[in-house]
């Protein structure tokens, strides 16, 4: 089954104990992308990567890092966790330059960092 | 700066009835736009797409209508469903190839049986 599967769907945290949210995707697909979703701001793109070893920031950047090693695989990474990146992740991929078929997206993780 | 806009949080429907969903967008690059559904507790699902080229795309109950001049798409469902109670969101992509998918906040539709 063609799928975006993130782990794990549910994290408490502490502020400032690092946390590693892993995204896999078995569609062979070049772009991947992070979502935050959060009340009232709908979903916003944290980064993206469009190959193996490009990425790029989206439009919420700062206290996330992101790495592209592998095609399949692109890990969200809080080095220093704050009660502002409580929220509701969430990964994506597309074919690249492939708009007639949109993102997939995974089920989401909800982190809570207290 | 919001570039794309869903001013209805939410929308109550009855069953059988038609459901209109909007959005609006301020970025004139913008060429192709989706609209995706989220269930709670589920990531969002591809719905419908239509490209700046064209007017109209219809896929069985969904149909997506684009007004360029005014910046504006809509989603028609019709007949409404109770399983078509979700989130919706639209989104939309600029020219370039960056595939980069701006989204509006999001519109809750309940469709009452």
């Known amino acids: 089954e063609a799928q975006v599967t993130q782990n794990p769907r549910y994290l408490i945290t502490v502020t400032g104990k690092k946390l590693t949210v892993t995204c896999s995707q078995n569609?062979?697909?070049?772009?991947m992308s992070w979502y935050r979703q959060d009340p009232g701001l709908g979903l916003r793109q944290i980064y993206y990567?469009?190959?193996?070893?490009?990425?790029d920031k989206g439009d919420v950047p700062e206290g996330y890092k992101v790495s592209r090693k592998e095609k399949r695989n692109f890990p969200l990474i809080l080095e220093s966790p704050s009660p502002n990146q409580t929220s509701l992740y969430f990964c994506a991929s597309s074919p690249y330059l492939d708009r007639g078929y949109g993102y997939t997206f995974g089920s989401g993780t909800r982190l809570t960092v207290v | 700066d919001q570039q794309v806009k869903q001013n209805s949080p939410s929308l109550s429907v009855q069953e059988g009835r038609i459901s209109i969903l909007n959005c609006d967008y301020t970025?004139?690059?913008?060429?192709?736009f989706l609209w995706y559904k989220k269930y709670p507790a589920e990531g969002p699902t591809f719905l419908i797409s239509i490209s700046s080229i064209k007017d109209k795309n219809e896929d069985g109950r969904f149909t997506v209508f684009l007004n360029k001049s005014a910046k504006h798409l809509s989603l028609h469902i019709v007949p409404s469903q109770p399983g078509d109670s979700a989130v919706y969101f639209c989104?939309?992509?600029?020219?370039?190839?960056?595939?980069?998918?701006?989204f509006g906040k999001g519109t809750k539709l309940t469709v009452n049986p």
């Open positions: 990567s469009m190959n193996v070893e490009v990425t």
């Open positions: 989104a939309a992509a600029a020219q370039g190839g960056s595939e980069k998918l701006v």
């Open positions: 970025n004139s690059m913008f060429d192709y």
């Open positions: 569609m062979n697909h070049e772009y």
